[in-house]
Nanobody, 119 residues
């Protein structure tokens, strides 16, 4: 069993910052990609940022220059530093972890952490 524990969400004023964390625990993790998604009611879940096992990163256009994704592979943890937040960033943020065992890919989701940005 793999469990993802997210933390760091909350209420912040526009222009402020938050840092999200997500730690994976379990046996035989073999984590490949780690990413953050977000979802607002009535809309599809969207990819915010991703970091690969090779250290590559990619961001949604809407967060480029404001958000930074990083990982501590030794701790099986991924972070999302969010700066210059706007009300449009208000959403539930979900951690996503991909495990690669041989040729089989396993996807795991966190339960989500709410980020609310007030104007």
């Amino acid at each position: 069993q793999v469990q993802l524990a997210e933390s760091g969400g909350g209420l912040v004023q526009a222009g402020g910052s938050l840092r999200l964390s997500c730690t994976a625990s379990g046996s035989a993790l073999r984590i490949n990609d780690m990413s953050w998604y977000r979802q607002v009611p009535g809309k599809q879940r969207e990819l915010v940022a991703i970091t690969t096992s090779a250290g590559d990163t990619n961001y949604a256009d809407s967060v480029k220059g404001r958000f930074t994704i990083s990982r501590d592979s030794a701790k099986n943890t991924v972070y999302l530093q969010m700066n210059s937040l706007t009300p449009d960033d208000t959403a539930v943020y979900y951690c996503n972890v991909q495990r690669l065992i041989g040729s089989v890919s396993y996807i795991h989701w966190g339960k989500g952490t709410l980020v609310t940005v007030s104007s």
